[in-house]
């Protein structure tokens, strides 16, 4: 069955450095694409999205990236921080046209190093 | 603090027994979501609600049973479980169904002995 993957299980990085997640996705028809943050303990919390008709969106700190070609998505932290560390979703509709019925990904643990 | 309230937040229970999760959201959404999340696997979409009528169940097995009494409350009804039923449930709402944006809970931890 086609599903929302990602390249990576974990990352770290150092405070103030860029951080880059990525995410593949098998299913071309797939129109609308999200990203979720989960804290620990926590429930995942929506970060920003992004349609396929875009190939990059834009929010605080944040930015996704949408190469439809080969099917990749990919969140773009800025100055990271202590307080980003957490596990990223990607997810997608994958019903063309009709209500949202959202697939995600397994995560990626993004840890923030002082 | 999201807008959805879930309770309790830990649940231990025998696999005879009988409890139920709740879930209650305070942003006047029209759609409410069950979801499951095991260690290392994607989240699971088990139920959705739009305008308290079940409009998705995601071959759910019968000893999970929802129910939506107003657009503000959901339930999850719990019944003769299995061990492999353990997980985190996250309640999530969302202004319709379809709308990407789903506003989670903090979700209940349940643990089947």
């Known amino acids: 069955g086609e599903s929302v993957g990602l390249h990576l299980p974990t990352l770290s990085v150092q405070e103030g450095d860029n951080s880059i997640i990525n995410c593949a996705y098998s299913n071309s028809a797939s129109d609308y694409f999200i990203w979720y943050k989960q804290e620990s303990g926590k429930g995942p919390q929506f970060i920003i999205d992004?349609?396929?008709?875009?190939d990059k969106r834009q929010g605080q700190r944040v930015t996704v990236l949408l190469n439809k070609t080969v099917k990749h998505l990919s969140l773009q932290i800025a100055a990271t921080q202590p307080g980003d560390s957490a596990v990223y979703f990607c997810?997608?509709?994958?019903?063309?046209?009709?209500?949202?019925?959202?697939?995600f990904g397994k995560g990626t643990l993004l840890t923030v190093n002082p | 603090e999201t807008g959805v309230t879930q309770t309790p937040r830990h649940l231990v229970m025998g696999m005879t027994n009988k409890k139920s999760l709740k879930c209650e959201q305070h942003l006047g959404h029209n759609a409410m979501y069950w979801y499951k999340q095991s260690a290392k696997k994607p989240l699971e979409l088990m139920f959705v609600y739009s305008l308290e009528e079940r409009v998705e169940n995601n071959s759910v097995p019968s000893r999970f049973s929802p129910e939506c009494p107003n657009s503000s409350h959901l339930f999850l009804h719990l019944h003769t479980l299995q061990p492999e039923d353990s997980a985190l449930y996250l309640c999530?709402?969302?202004?319709?169904w379809g709308s990407g944006e789903l506003f989670f809970g903090e979700g209940s931890r349940l643990t089947v002995l």
């Open positions: 999530a709402s969302s202004q319709d």
């Open positions: 997810a997608e509709n994958p019903t063309r046209g009709s209500n949202y019925k959202l697939t």
């Open positions: 992004i349609r396929s008709n875009m």
